[in-house]
């Protein structure tokens, strides 16, 4: 399912999580020239960057620079049908999986068991194919690498978006885990309701957070 994700302020403490480096670690490989990732990194900072728009298999978004926009597509190797099966088997292995997934933490376990199946779920810097309408010789260019730097903060945030660029959104994961179970004792269904809840009291407690430290008052949605 395509998603939009509105322009990214940038983050004060950086990209913290282990998953979240990995991504940054193969912008880096990606990167042809160290201008080029300097440039980038840069114009992610300032927030010339626009919406991102998350796909299976691609990343869109316009970059502006100057008095210029530019258009840029990533795409990335989505997981064939019986590897996003096998996936969800690896979500469902372990309790806890996918509460903590829908909460914004990754496990590194759950990496190294998808591993283990034949699933690479961080892509490598060579997986990342970029296009950009600007005049640049090479690809990634410093737009390309500002839009990729970004969704390594959208992946720090929520590790779910790096399922859905492999093919694998939220919902999907979810309906296959309750298809799954329905034949079972106990399903997922409930336990799904519950972790939702779970999971937004999570992000509303990150995001007071992020306004008492900014100084802002706070709105009565989020108390």
Same mark, same amino acid.
């Given at each position: 399912m395509r998603v939009t994700h509105g322009r990214i302020a940038p983050s004060r403490t950086g990209v913290r999580s282990w998953w979240g480096k990995a991504w940054q670690r193969a912008v880096e490989e990606a990167a042809y020239?160290?201008?080029?990732?300097?440039?980038?990194?840069?114009?992610?900072?300032?927030?010339?960057?626009g919406g991102i728009t998350v796909d299976a298999g691609s990343l869109l978004a316009a970059v502006r620079e100057g008095d210029d926009t530019w258009t840029v597509e990533i795409a990335v190797p989505v997981l064939a049908a019986e590897e996003r099966s096998a996936l969800v088997d690896v979500v469902a292995a372990e309790a806890g999986r996918i509460a903590a997934l829908?909460?914004?933490?990754?496990?590194?376990?759950?990496?190294?068991? #998808?591993d283990e199946v034949g699933i690479e779920l961080l892509p490598f810097g060579g997986e990342l194919a970029a296009t950009c309408t600007c005049d640049a010789y090479l690809d990634p260019c410093r737009h390309a690498l500002a839009v990729l730097v970004q969704t390594g903060w959208l992946i720090d945030a929520d590790p779910l978006v790096l399922f859905a660029l492999r093919g694998?959104?939220?919902?999907?994961?979810?309906?296959?885990?309750?298809?799954r179970t329905s034949t079972a004792g106990e399903g997922i269904t409930e336990? #799904?309701?519950?972790?939702?809840?779970?999971?937004?009291a999570v992000?509303?407690?990150r995001r007071l957070v992020e306004l008492m430290e900014a100084g802002a008052e706070l709105p009565e949605g989020l108390l």
């Open positions: 020239v160290e201008a080029d990732l300097r440039g980038g990194r840069s114009a992610a900072r300032r927030g010339d960057v829908l909460a914004g933490d990754l496990s590194f376990d759950l990496v190294e068991h #998808a694998l959104d939220r919902e999907a994961l979810l309906h296959t885990l309750h298809e336990l #799904a309701d519950d972790v939702e809840v779970a999971a937004d992000v509303r407690a």
